[in-house]
């Protein structure tokens, strides 16, 4: 008598997490009654992971307000004439503090794909025309498939951050003098002073930005197509 065991496994997987297990066989089979066994273990799968980690502490602001235009002087007309000063420009205000944490970015994906175990415990697996008893022969066949795709982008950032010191504004223009002139014993009288223009504002101080760590880690294994078999003959 023949005995024929098969065992057929198939998978497709498309993983994102991890771990992934596909097509785990395990068998044991038992005979005394001095027939051939035969064991066939088809295994085939496809695994693919897709695995997208970012940390991102970055893309931080904290830039100064601008100052604001200075005041224009007055305009003044008579005999005599004095126009007032235009005002000062705004100063720009100071940058500010930037303190961010660590990114880290972490993956990790593990597969174990097609694991078959088989085991067999028979007589001393030998013909019987050759005087042992009747004990047949055993036969293991392990066929095992697998197409594996890792695909994984890792990103930890801290980075892109300012902290500029606003820009001060320009000053004010100076004022508008005009004067009379009056003509008197051939002698000119009249007198116009134009104000002066204001000074432009100063830029304020940048900032401070402090980052912390960034760290990226993948940690990828793949464990393909293992295949354990153990037979155990009888006396």
Known sequence: ?????????????????????????????????????????????????????????????????????????????????????????????????????NAIATSYVTNNVNRNKTVVTDGCGCDSSFGHNGQGDITVSNTSRARV?????VNANTGYNTADGGNGDQGGNGGNATGSHVWWWFQNNGAANAGNAGNGGAGGTGGLVVTGHADALSDIANVVNTNITRITRGL
Do not use: C
Request: hydrophobic fraction near 35%; charge should be negative.
């Open 149 to 153: 795709a890792n695909m994984v982008a």
């Open 1 to 101: 008598m023949n005995k024929i065991i098969a065992g057929v496994a198939t998978a497709t997987l498309f993983a994102i997490a991890s771990p992934v297990f596909a097509s785990t066989g395990h068998g044991w089979f038992y005979s005394n009654n001095g027939g051939d066994i035969t064991v066939t273990n088809n295994n085939s799968a496809h695994v693919q992971n897709t695995v997208a980690v970012n940390a991102n502490t970055g893309y931080n602001t904290a830039d100064g307000g601008n100052g604001d235009q200075g005041g224009n002087g007055g305009n003044a007309t008579g005999s005599p004439a004095n126009a007032g000063n235009g005002g000062a420009g705004g100063r720009g205000g100071n940058g500010g503090e930037i303190h961010t944490g």
